[in-house]
């Protein structure tokens, strides 16, 4: 019975003494102020922009986070504003109390996601990159993504509305994938495509119906230019319904 009694009041003393450490642990880290800003991004995405940089965003969004105390500083402001540059996708902000041997101090965490680039467009009104979504991304000196190019006479309206939506069929089939090389739209519109494999480029008119016309194209491919025909044709059109016409050298 008395060990009973002894192993309870044991344990009542340790709640107590747990209670009293968490309320003192409280009431002094109430008041941490920020002492520092740490940033991370995953480093294998395509495009990605400095961590100085992303600070600058950070500070421009509130000049006075270091010394400022955590509970005092606006984490959804800070999101929306780095949210604001063109090739971030995502911002997290985060506060973490730590401690060290001899007192607590705040950091300020910053989480990044970039925008992946899914088509580069050098055209007449400008170059720069495209997402899944449509929404662009600056080029810059720092960064350069291996995706397909477009190059040629459009709008960004045709780029975003008429070209994504064929660069992204491309990247999702891996026959054409793998053998499309740069897209070129030319000013009358006609859109002419250069493959990696064979000294041809293949004509498809406008991009209307272009799945239809890349099944015609990947017939012709294995039915005549499998047979060591690759190097004999120099374009080969398939804008009109139905139609593979190719022009020899």
Not at 36 to 61: G, H, M, P, T
Not at 97 to 108: E, F, M, P, Q, V
Not at 115 to 139: C, F, H, N, W
Not at 183 to 197: D, K, M, R, S, Y
Request: hydrophobic share 40%; charged share 25%.
């Amino acid at each position: 019975m008395l060990k009973k009694v002894l192993k309870l009041v044991g344990y009542l003393l340790l709640i107590v003494f747990l209670a009293v450490t968490l309320a003192f642990s409280s009431r002094e880290s109430r008041h941490v102020t920020c002492s520092s800003i740490q940033i991370d991004f995953n480093e294998d995405e395509l495009i990605k922009i400095s961590r100085e940089e992303i600070a600058r965003l950070v500070r421009a969004a509130d000049n006075q986070l270091i010394g400022k105390e955590l509970k005092q500083i606006n984490a959804e402001l800070i999101e929306q504003e780095v949210e604001k540059h063109q090739t971030i996708l995502n911002a997290e902000v985060y506060k973490v109390i730590a401690r060290d041997s001899t007192a607590y101090k705040g950091i300020l965490g910053i989480r990044v996601s970039h925008r992946v680039p899914a088509v580069r467009v050098m055209s007449s009104t400008g170059s720069y990159y495209l997402d899944k979504t449509g929404e662009q991304i600056p080029v810059s000196a720092n960064y350069a993504a291996r995706v397909l190019v477009t190059t040629g006479y459009f709008s960004e309206e045709f780029a975003r509305d008429e070209l994504l939506p064929f660069v992204l069929f491309l990247d999702e089939n891996p026959f054409w994938k793998a053998q499309i090389e740069q897209v070129h739209v030319e000013q009358n519109g006609n859109v002419i495509v250069t493959p990696l494999v064979g000294d041809h480029v293949i004509e498809l008119g406008s991009l209307n119906n272009f799945q239809v016309k890349l099944r015609n194209m990947r017939a012709f491919y294995e039915q005549v230019l499998a047979r060591n025909q690759w190097d004999k044709y120099e374009q080969i059109s398939v804008k009109y319904k139905n139609q593979v016409i190719a022009k020899k050298r």
